[in-house]
Nanobody, 116 residues
Framework: QVQFVESGGGLGQPGGSLRLSCAASGSLFSIIHMGWYRQAPGKQREMVAEITSGGNTNYADPVKGRSTVSRDNAKKMVYLQMNSLKPEDTALYYC??????????WGQGTQVTVSS
């Protein structure tokens, strides 16, 4: 069973940057379509970025142009570089697979708080 551990969150300044990391365990990571998700207080979890096994990427409108998702299959890592941070980026961020079979068990997430 694949598992994910997110890190790299913290307090960011508006206009600043943060880089989130996701460490995966389990086999066959290189063929897993991965996504970054976030959940703000009182809101549903939403996908903000995804990257296929082949490296193709897609972004949700709220982060498009400000974020870059990447992966290192050898290290079983996925990253989300977030730039030009906005207060509305404040949320708990998770990584998980994007699969017709549904997500794997969710990790603990990493908190991003954007505030001056």
């Amino acid at each position: 069973q694949v598992q994910f551990v997110e890190s790299g969150g913290g307090l960011g300044q508006p206009g600043g940057s943060l880089r989130l990391s996701c460490a995966a365990s389990g086999s066959l990571f290189s063929i897993i379509h991965m996504g970054w998700y976030r959940q703000a207080p009182g809101k549903q979890r939403e996908m903000v970025a995804e990257i296929t096994s082949g490296g193709n990427t897609n972004y949700a409108d709220p982060v498009k142009g400000r974020s870059t998702v990447s992966r290192d299959n050898a290290k079983k890592m996925v990253y989300l570089q977030m730039n030009s941070l906005k207060p509305e980026d404040t949320a708990l961020y998770y990584c998980n697979r994007v699969s017709r079979f549904g997500p794997a068990p969710w990790g603990q997430g990493t908190q991003v708080t954007v505030s001056s």
